[in-house]
């Protein structure tokens, strides 16, 4: 199985902050990530598909890059309505794997 | 819209069995496939397993080989999800989610895009 290794587990940033997220795969896996925002009582809902495309409807201050092993989802701004917990997730190869989560809090 | 409508909350004794429903609407169901996934309380999320809502073919995780069986009715654009020999480790939020489409030649390893509202599912002695 393909692990995903997301880095940091949780993080605390202000309003208008730089936020990176990191997930490493066990091995490689292409472009064939996604990434995930879950809030609390609801169901994940995603945010980029194959490593970099921006889901539609999706504000652009999320952005995402990588190759291979190491992959990286970036807010650019963040906002309050961004504070949730992100995961990402590996389709490359079955069974698909996510990422551990991160919890993005209000500092 | 492509909305995916899961069953209600289920509480089962250890040991049971549960069903859960996903039904899929705004979309040519047997065009794409279904994800299951499920959150323990408090957790990560967990892959299940997928199928092949044209022709009905599953590919399971091996933790849940032997205990999970999915089935679709297309009479009804609806998606099961039944897993037997329920423990307390089971209780948990349980998601479908739409898959890749079956005409792309790896939609079967694409990602979820459009998920349920989840069905809980509790499991006490």
């Known amino acids: 199985d393909i692990q995903m290794t997301q880095s940091p587990s949780s993080l605390s940033a202000s309003v208008g902050d730089r936020v990176t997220i990191t997930c490493r795969a066990s091995q490689g896996i292409r472009n064939d990530l996604g990434w995930y925002q879950q809030k609390p009582g609801k169901a994940p809902k995603r945010l980029i598909y194959?490593?970099?495309s921006l889901q539609s409807g999706v504000p652009s201050r999320f952005s995402g890059s990588g190759s291979g092993t190491e992959f990286t989802l970036t807010i650019s701004s963040l906002q309050p309505e961004d504070f949730a917990t992100y995961y990402c997730l590996q389709h490359n190869s079955y069974p698909l794997t996510f990422g551990g989560g991160t919890k993005v809090e209000i500092k | 819209q492509v909305q995916l409508v899961q069953s209600g909350a289920e509480v089962k004794k250890t040991g049971a069995s549960v069903k859960v429903s996903c039904k899929a609407s705004g979309y040519t169901f047997t065009r794409y496939y279904i994800h299951w996934v499920r959150q323990a309380p408090g957790q990560g999320l967990e892959w299940m397993g997928i199928i092949n809502a044209s022709g009905g073919s599953t590919t399971y995780a091996q933790k849940f080989q032997g205990r999970v069986t999915m089935t679709r009715d297309t009479s009804t654009s609806t998606i099961y999800m039944e897993l037997n020999s329920l423990r307390s480790e089971d209780t948990a939020m349980y998601y479908c989610?739409?898959?890749?489409?079956?005409?792309?030649?790896?939609?079967?390893?694409?990602?979820?895009?459009?998920w349920g509202q989840g069905t809980t599912v509790t499991v006490s002695s």
């Open positions: 989610a739409r898959g890749g489409s079956y005409y792309d030649s790896r939609g079967y390893l694409n990602g979820m895009d459009v």
């Open positions: 194959a490593t970099s």
